[in-house]
């Protein structure tokens, strides 16, 4: 059975947590913004110290990742002018400093963590997520409800309906379309779904995966555009008409 992907956090009004991350190293601040955003954060970056503080005034960060050595304004000084500010932002640093005095420095500056270059991603991205559930109002309620332009599934309850209209599955009908909703325009292959669906324990042949897509067709293209398409080839996928 598919695994579920466990639910991003939020701010309290369900939009994403913003970040910003500060580093002079571009191509590691911008693989630390794609990671967050795949977190589903609404993550930015800045160059420089003074691009930074604009972007704090601008866009009001939740979390702030702030390299301490950059050129002209450094981390610093950037966090102090943050809190003459009033702004009371949760603050990791990022540096390749890891003598005791710097984490010293660094704290007492009013940051919240210190990580040293070079790092783990992931383990900053830990950190990053640690902070967001101490110091910002967030919520990890997970939706139930997997929604492809006008076609809902209920995990909870098994109900499917498009349009409104309900839609009787059998159960390995519904874990189909489950893992299909579950990754929308993404292509997926016979060899997958078969794994996914079926799991190893099935002896049969791809054929069982046409069979039941055509299965799911009738039930739910039916009823509107097509939702479900055939890449040739490659596999199938879902996503809205338009």
Known sequence: MPERRPAPLTRPDGSPIRALVVDDELNLSELLRMALRNEGWDARTAANGQEALNIVREFTPDLLVLDIMMPGLDGMEVLRRVRAAGNDVPVLFLTAKDAVEDRIAGISAGGDDYVTKPFNLEEVVVRLRGMARRHVAVTAERDPRLRVGDLVLDEDTYDVERGGVPIKLTAKEFELLRYLMQNP????????????????DFGGTSSVVEIYISYLRKKIDTLGEPLIHTVRGVGYTIKPGR
């Open 185 to 200: 325009r993404r292509v997926l292959s016979k060899a997958q779904i078969l794994d996914q669906v079926w799991s190893y």
